[in-house]
């Protein structure tokens, strides 16, 4: 009971009613107001309808680029396993030649006993060629000489048949005498 007729210490709660309240605004300012609402509600629709054919582009795009992700989904691993049938290609192809330089080193060691049996056969060509000229001129010589020989003979067969002749006169003229 201590409390009765008395104020309360805090503030009040809820707002003070004093006698009309705010006064209503003029008509033309609601007019005003109310047509910058409504240019408001139209500038926010357009942006809206740019907003939502913005996003039915973008869903679009999406849809294409998922498409897009999916196709090449389906194609990487097709080129993936192009690629690796193409490196086991390769590698292969690699071995086989490896094999073939190997089986091949024996027929490079062929080749460089051949290449310096093939060297010394053509300077041996080249010495019997030269000593086949030096043979070439002697046989010319020697025939050029054979020939002079031959003429030597003929000029002795006739110098003996002369020789002949004369001891045959000369006896001839001994019994004579």
Same mark, same amino acid.
């Given at each position: 009971? *201590?409390? %009765?007729?008395?104020?309360?210490?805090?503030?009040?709660?809820?707002?003070?009613?004093?006698?009309?309240?705010?006064?209503?605004?003029?008509?033309?300012?609601?007019?005003?107001?109310?047509?910058?609402?409504?240019?408001?509600?139209?500038?926010?629709?357009?942006?809206?309808?740019?907003?939502?054919?913005?996003?039915?582009?973008?869903?679009?795009?999406? =849809?294409?680029?998922?498409?897009?992700?999916?196709?090449?989904?389906?194609?990487?691993?097709?080129?993936?396993?192009?690629?690796?049938?193409? &490196?086991?290609?390769?590698?292969?192809?690699?071995?086989?030649?490896? &094999?073939?330089? %190997?089986?091949?080193?024996?027929?490079?060691?062929?080749?460089?006993?051949?290449?310096?049996?093939?060297?010394?056969? =053509?300077?041996?060509?080249?010495?019997? *060629? *030269?000593?086949?000229?030096?043979? =070439?001129?002697? =046989?010319?010589?020697?025939?050029?000489?054979?020939?002079?020989?031959?003429?030597?003979?003929?000029?002795?067969?006739?110098?003996?048949?002369?020789?002949?002749?004369?001891? %045959?006169?000369?006896?001839?003229?001994?019994?004579?005498?």
């Amino acid at each position: 009971m *201590s409390g %009765r007729n008395r104020m309360p210490r805090g503030p009040r709660e809820g707002p003070i009613h004093r006698a009309h309240g705010p006064l209503a605004p003029h008509p033309a300012a609601l007019e005003e107001e109310l047509e910058l609402q409504h240019r408001d509600i139209q500038r926010i629709m357009a942006e809206n309808g740019h907003v939502v054919e913005e996003n039915v582009s973008l869903q679009r795009e999406l =849809t294409a680029v998922k498409d897009e992700i999916h196709r090449l989904g389906q194609i990487i691993p097709k080129l993936n396993a192009e690629k690796d049938a193409r &490196a086991r290609d390769l590698i292969d192809r690699g071995m086989k030649l490896e &094999a073939e330089l %190997r089986d091949a080193e024996p027929l490079m060691a062929d080749v460089g006993q051949l290449r310096s049996e093939f060297q010394k056969l =053509t300077s041996l060509r080249q010495d019997l *060629s *030269s000593q086949i000229q030096g043979l =070439t001129k002697d =046989t010319s010589r020697l025939k050029a000489e054979n020939e002079q020989v031959v003429g030597l003979k003929s000029d002795i067969d006739r110098m003996r048949k002369d020789l002949v002749d004369m001891r %045959r006169d000369y006896e001839m003229m001994k019994q004579n005498k």
